[in-house]
């Protein structure tokens, strides 16, 4: 019953990482995959892992059945337990939750393969349907997708196939699985739908089922054909990966417009936003008056319009008045808020020294009048960041380095022209390695 799928992903040295609940899906993936590795494909490697959510009151027995399988089958299997308590959206977070862990487990060159089915992909869709989704939504999920932090695979040989054949087959082969209970549990969506919406499709039409899956693959097709023609189309409005020009979005009608945001957002975040919302984002930053600044929150990030730009940036605390002191000649000094290091060395910044006795620092905010050989007059600072193009929502990011209550430098950006220290001091180079 191992669908053709899985052979296309993996040869004879394979090695495989089973996610095993223990449920009836999982199981009937591991037995045949160790039957794969009896039958035809004796050299792969396969590895089971077990999550124990610590919800229900038999997660221990679950936890041992799991492992008594995999020691009865010579399986090597890792037991994790999900530490954290989720009070809101408890299947989405145990899931992304479960997903984290494996993706630390996971060896180089190893696939993931999941139980998930015809039966789990119904539900998928009918959810999102339920929350108004567009293609994306609709494309359900898919047979396979680059996963973990080394672009491996994670494989679904299941998902075209029935979840009533897999009972079938366990039963036949004599197959023990353990049933959560949480699953007859109504209260969650997916369950309401599995156990009160499916039958009753599937009682009135007995290809319904069937028919959901085709209509996730011709969504997922759907979605390649406009990444394809969107592609090119967001490398134009591009400035670089987090900024983008409105006036070029502009060109295009609104229907267009929506996804070269949504798929540059995407690309940022890796998710997708809801249609609702990428709307709002539009009306708000494409559509409106050029003074008017919009800005929008996100969870770990904002997105914000400055001029004719839209910005995405990642959410810091206010660091206006954090001051970092230091000794010279320092090797590296890692800067707050992820906004990265600065390191002496022979690739970076020439600057003026400092003096023996000077007290070096660094801090994030100027007020005043300064001269650089950017600007070869005095001016505030305001107007230096507007002449060198360095937007205001980045200014308060840039280290500034003082030598005692002297602004020399906004290191990576320009030098201060300071009599008392240009002529007659040595030059050391200071490099700022970020991402901003």
């Keep these: 019953m191992l669908i053709k799928s899985i052979l296309k992903h993996i040869n004879n040295n394979q090695k495989i990482l089973v996610a095993y609940s223990g449920g009836l899906d999982s199981t009937v993936l591991l037995y045949q995959l160790i039957e794969l590795k009896k039958k035809k494909l004796k050299n792969i490697k396969i590895r089971a892992i077990h999550i124990n959510h610590k919800i229900s009151k038999n997660s221990k027995c679950w ?80 047979n396979s997708k680059i996963f973990g932090y080394k672009n491996q695979l994670l494989i679904r040989p299941f998902i075209k196939i029935n979840k009533i054949k897999l009972e079938k087959w366990a039963i036949k082969k004599k197959i023990k699985w353990i049933n959560d209970e949480s699953n007859l549990n109504t209260k969650f969506e997916r369950n309401f739908i599995r156990l009160k919406i499916i039958p009753k499709f599937e009682s009135k039409w007995p290809f319904f089922l069937k028919n959901l899956y085709r209509t996730s693959k011709i969504c997922q097709k759907n979605e390649k054909i406009l990444n394809f023609f969107i592609k090119p189309i967001l490398k134009k409005c591009n400035i670089n990966n987090t900024e983008i020009k409105i006036e ?50 996100f969870k770990n990030y904002k997105i914000q319009k400055c001029k004719n730009i839209i910005y995405y940036i990642r959410k810091i605390d206010n660091i206006k008045n954090k001051i970092i002191f230091c000794h010279y000649p320092f090797k590296k000094i890692i800067l707050p808020e992820k906004l990265g290091i600065l390191e002496i060395n022979k690739k970076g910044m020439k600057i003026p020294a400092p003096k023996k006795n000077d007290l070096i620092n660094i801090r994030f905010q ?42 020399i430098s906004a290191i990576g950006v320009f030098v201060i022209i300071n009599k008392k220290y240009i002529k007659k001091n040595k030059i050391w180079k200071i490099s700022w390695k970020n991402d901003i």
């Design 366 to 407: 100027f007020q005043g009048i300064v001269k650089t050989n950017e600007r070869n007059k005095s001016c505030k600072i305001k107007k230096m960041w507007k002449h060198i193009n360095i937007p205001n929502i980045y200014k308060n990011n840039i280290p500034l380095l003082f030598y005692n209550e002297i602004f």
């Design 63 to 142: 936890e041992y059945h799991c492992y008594k399988e995999c020691k009865k089958n010579k399986i090597p299997i890792i037991i994790k337990k999900i530490k954290k308590k989720y009070n809101k959206n408890l299947e989405n977070s145990l899931r992304n939750e479960r997903y984290n862990i494996i993706k630390k487990e996971l060896l180089k060159k190893e696939i993931v393969v999941t139980g998930h089915h015809l039966n789990d992909q119904c539900e998928t869709l009918l959810l999102a349907l339920k929350r108004g989704s567009g293609p994306k939504g609709l494309s359900g999920i898919k």
């Design 248 to 297: 070029e979005i502009k060109i295009f009608p609104k229907e267009i417009g929506i996804l070269i945001i949504r798929k540059w957002i995407y690309n940022l975040t890796k998710k997708f936003l809801s249609y609702k919302r990428i709307n709002q984002i539009y009306k708000d930053f494409v559509l409106c008056k050029k003074h008017k600044i919009s800005s929008t929150n």
